[in-house]
């Protein structure tokens, strides 16, 4: 391999780090209000790099929450168009106290970079700009057309993009995409993601009397959203992880045998996961499934809080008059948001003690994916990713969600290629968040090599 763009992507790494590390500088936490100007900064950001390197059409596009920015360089006569794509909003910090290194000062140890952001998606997003600025500055032009697209809600459920895209822009008008928000199923293990689930986010509101009261004088008469809640949370599944909502699996679509066989030979150690990603005394789920049939292909009920009631230190004896509890669903193809939510929301109904008044909301949903191979660009992708890290590239699904990845197919008609590079113990929306420096390294020598293949 001889590539010049390759040879100033290596030259220059240090000074692409040290710009890596202004942007996770930036706070760009979408869930939390106070944030909404940092989320414009870290837009602002990459639009003025994205002009920088000599993208053309370089804007932001309002919607309803965060921008969107958007460039392209589109000089590449007769050669197909590329879609990238990736986010600048990041995930909450909390719990706070459990960091290293504060999440907002980029800090390297141990051949990573540690930092909210760093894995997902700020130093996949900076892997993909660098890759271009490597093209264009060795050579002066792309071997292929590229639109950039990145948005700044994917971890709420990314609805202005949502609507964008869904509104076929010209704008967008693109042969494929690529996707860099993933990660690799191993260290050193070139990978491409092929499905991912999708998800419904809800909130589960439970009222019970007109205002907190003292428990000794109403405890025995007056009922208790808590446990309330606590009663219909455990009707939500059984002990085996089996969700007790009916029809929640209808129509579920199997991966095909040989899906699973693929699946069955990737190097995974069930009891390495547990003691090194996990950390829990035993495993759970649905009997008679892997653990990747249970994270990848397999839909599943998770609470995430259940924030009211008294949570200060010590001890105050109330009957809180309100909880809610945040609960999502994963779901697989074959399943969408609209029919499970529906199904959840009659179930929880059904099922809600006496005494109690209940709501049931949606907060953000997405539809599960799998993406085409029968491509000629998933083709380049893996010719170049068996260069960069010698070793031929496994297919893999993942568990997550990327909402706006269905979107491409259904409403551009596009295929994605999701070419990631972060690893599965990158902690992303947890404590000490980090991104692997020789996978930042490679992840933009991958995508640099991958734009010339799909431009040949
Ligand atoms: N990058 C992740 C999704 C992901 C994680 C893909 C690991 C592959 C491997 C993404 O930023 C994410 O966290 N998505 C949210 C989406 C949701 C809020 C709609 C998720 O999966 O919880
Ligand atoms: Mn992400
Ligand atoms: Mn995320």
Redesign the pocket.
Known sequence: MSSPAVAYARENHPRFLNELKDLLRIPSISTLPENKADCRRAAEFLLAELTHIGFEHAKLLETEGNPLVYADWLHADGKPIALFYG?YDVQPTDPEDEWLSPPFEPTERDGNLYGRGTC??KGQVWAQIKALESLMAANGKLPINVRVLLEGE?????EGIEAFVASKPPELKSDFALVS???LFAPGLPTL?VG?RG?I?TELEVRGAKTDLHSGMYGGAAPNPFVAIAQIVAKLKDEDGHILIPGFYDGIIPPSPEELAAWSSLPFDEEHYRLTEVGSRTLVGEAGYSVLQRTWARPTLDVHGIPGGFIGAGAKTVIPAKATAKVSMRLVPGMTPAKTFALYKDYVEKIAPAGVDIEVRLI?S?DPCLVRVDNPYIQAATTALREVWGQETVFIR?G????IVGDFDRNLGIPSVMM?F?LPDDN??APNEKFHLKNFELGIESIVRFLEEAGK
């Open positions: 986010h997902d998606d994917e971890e709420v459920g990314g928000d993933t990660e993601c991912l998800m986010y953000h997405g993942s997550g969600s990327i909402p990631g972060g992303i929306h």
